[in-house]
């Protein structure tokens, strides 16, 4: 299995609700990153997990809470998100953390906040 | 801090054309260096890489060679297909060597 799956595809939220955004790989990586892409924009880093710690979070607002259950799982729980925040969430992994090695990506969960 | 620029787009081209997307890069050291491509509405996928100086990373047709003296990556084909339509993004390690950071993407377009 060389992929990283990502669940669900589309998301529409209102400000007010809890919702959650999963990825799961099992190649035995032991990096997995969270990053937001706003539309015609590049990705940008939010978190990193590094042997299923939190390594890197960049500033991101509370309102977005990682979690990583265990080696092949991390989840992003959203909670009083703003419309700004609508944008396409990629997952992606590492054989370990450090960026000389390739990231495999999921395909990404388009959330909408309304 | 260490960057990437990417030619602006969108490039359009003709199918079989020549492709050169440009991509420079500000360094400290010498980082490993990528090329990523995003298909519409799908995620990211690594083209190829190069881990050194002269090295050439190929892949799929595409090839970018690291030029530590210009500080260039420049991706390359020969003949461009209309699949190759997409967006494609140069990166490299930020400046810890933690992740990974993106140019800002060139969108190609190729007309059949």
């Known amino acids: 299995d060389t992929e990283v799956t990502q669940t669900p595809k589309h998301l529409v939220m209102g400000m007010t609700n809890k919702k959650s955004l999963k990825c799961e790989q099992h190649?035995?990586?032991?990096?997995m990153y969270w990053y937001k892409q706003k539309a015609k924009k590049p990705p940008e880093l939010m978190f990193v997990?590094?042997?299923?710690?939190?390594?890197i979070n960049e500033s991101v607002p509370s309102r977005f809470s990682p979690e990583c259950p265990n080696s092949s799982l991390l989840n992003l729980h959203l909670h009083a998100l703003q419309p700004e925040d609508s944008a396409l969430y990629l997952c992606?992994?590492?054989?370990?953390?450090?960026?000389?090695?390739?990231?495999?990506f999921g395909s990404g969960t388009r959330l909408t906040v309304v | 801090g260490n960057s990437v620029t990417q030619m602006e787009g969108p490039v359009t081209l003709s199918e079989e054309a020549f492709l050169t997307i440009n991509c420079t890069y500000t360094?400290?050291?010498?980082?490993?260096l990528f090329w990523y491509v995003q298909y519409p509405g799908e995620g990211l996928q690594l083209l190829l890489k190069?881990?050194?100086?002269?090295d050439k990373g190929s892949n799929k047709g595409f090839e970018a060679t690291y030029r530590k003296e210009t500080t260039s990556f420049h991706l390359e084909k020969g003949s461009v297909q209309v699949s190759d339509s997409a967006v494609y993004f140069c990166?490299?390690?930020?400046?810890?060597?933690?992740?990974?950071?993106f140019g800002s993407g060139t969108r190609l377009q190729v007309q059949p």
């Open positions: 992606a992994s590492s054989q370990e953390q450090g960026a000389n090695y390739g990231y495999t």
């Open positions: 190069a881990t050194k100086a002269d």
């Open positions: 990166a490299l390690p930020d400046t810890g060597r933690r992740a990974l950071t």
């Open positions: 360094a400290t050291g010498y980082p490993s």
């Open positions: 997990y590094s042997y299923e710690k939190l390594s």
């Open positions: 190649m035995g990586h032991r990096a």
